[in-house]
């Protein structure tokens, strides 16, 4: 009797242990699978996050690109005693400080506290660009907004006018009282050709080919000058002036020698040396900046992906051993699961 007892108190102790190996297996596999699944969930989120960190990249590429594009050098020649709107193609106009030649103060804006060195002749606009009233050859020379340039202006004197090739020449309609205005030009030798009409109701005409030709502050705007643009303009049957074109053939050194330098309408040839240092392009620079950025941004976005599939497939492995060795132990009890049904 004793014996026995004995040997069933031993059999039902092997029961229970086999019955708590049993549920620690269980518990254990349950775990793996719930751990497996949060990492499945991770993946996603990671992916996401990497696929917004490289849109906010593009986004403030994209944005400087456009500031800087926006903020391109405007090389201005405007005769004497007319007026000009320089744009300097920021996004906040609340903080702005203008300056001459980059030391001279004209306007400044702090929020709603403005400070202007001449109110007759500088005028702040509430997009933060500047209006330069009355010119003369004082104005001449370049302009910085919040310390970066922004135009360089060249006022012309007289009739006779000198501007470089690629400059932007405005033509003021002055003297004429009417309100249609058209613009006349006549090469060295050729006729009269009307190139832009200015009607009453303040629509414009370009009456030559191309897009260089526009109505901007209040006169003729002639973009990139060339050498055809060369030759008398006249407004309403007065002459206005006489365009000399200067083309500027530049040597491949860091000086830049001016020969030959050829006004077309004239017929005459001018020997200068211009000596220009030469700078460096901001935009070149950052397109630079912006492709180094990207292949980073893409090499990483490619070592993240490698690393989450590594570690996934080292816990699929992980999960994948610990599945079989419970479906192993589950083959081993399965006689004993049997007995204990028979029993």
């Known amino acids: 009797t004793k014996t026995l007892s004995s040997s069933q108190s031993h059999c039902s102790g092997k029961r229970k242990k086999n019955s708590r190996d049993e549920w620690k297996s269980v518990s254990h ?15 996603p989120k990671m992916f996401s ?12 590429v994209l944005i400087c690109c456009g500031e800087n594009a926006t903020g391109a050098v405007i090389r201005f020649s405007v005769p004497e005693d007319h ?12 903080d702005v400080v203008w300056s001459h030649q980059d030391r001279k103060v004209l306007v400044t804006r702090q929020g709603s506290y403005e400070t202007n060195e ?15 009233l009355q010119l003369d050859d004082s104005d001449s020379g370049e302009y910085h907004c919040n310390q970066r340039l922004v135009a360089e202006l060249q006022v012309l004197t007289g009739h006779d006018f000198m501007v470089s090739a690629g400059r932007t020449l405005l033509l003021p309609c002055s003297g004429s009282s009417k309100l249609k205005q058209r613009w006349i030009h006549r090469r060295e030798g050729g006729r009269r050709e009307a190139i832009f009409t200015r009607f009453r109701n303040g629509t414009v005409t370009p009456e030559r080919e191309g897009s260089r030709l526009s109505y901007e502050n209040d006169a003729l705007q002639i973009q ?5 643009d060369a030759g008398e303009y006249l407004c309403n049957g007065k002459l206005l002036a006489r365009v000399t074109v200067l083309t500027v053939q530049p040597e491949p050194t860091s000086v830049q020698q001016t020969t030959s330098t050829t006004a ?20 070149n620079a950052l397109l630079v900046a912006v ?7 893409i090499l990483l976005m490619a070592a993240v992906c490698v690393l989450l599939t590594s570690v996934k497939c080292r816990r699929k492995k992980k999960y994948g051993r610990a599945a079989a060795a419970q479906r192993h132990e589950d083959t081993e009890l399965q006689p004993w699961k049997t007995s204990k049904q028979t029993g």
């Not at 596999?29 to 991770?42: C, H, I, K, M, P």
């Not at 709107?85 to 920021?90: E, F, S």
């Not at 001449?118 to 330069?132: E, H, K």
């Not at 077309?264 to 935009?283: C, F, L, Q, S």
Request: hydrophobic residues 35%.
């Open 264 to 283: 077309t309408p004239a017929g005459m040839n001018t020997d200068g040396v211009e000596i220009k240092k030469k700078k460096k392009r901001p935009e």
């Open 49 to 60: 996050l990497m696929i917004f960190c490289h849109v906010w990249f593009l986004h403030t």
């Open 224 to 228: 990139d000058l060339q050498t055809e």
């Open 118 to 132: 001449d109110p007759q002749r500088y005028r702040l606009q509430p997009d933060g660009s500047l209006r330069l």
């Open 83 to 94: 007026h000009v709107c320089l744009q300097w193609g920021g996004s906040d106009s609340s």
């Open 291 to 297: 492709v180094v950025g990207l292949g980073l941004m």
């Open 29 to 43: 596999t349950e775990a793996s699978v719930r751990s497996a699944a949060q990492f499945d969930g991770l993946y």
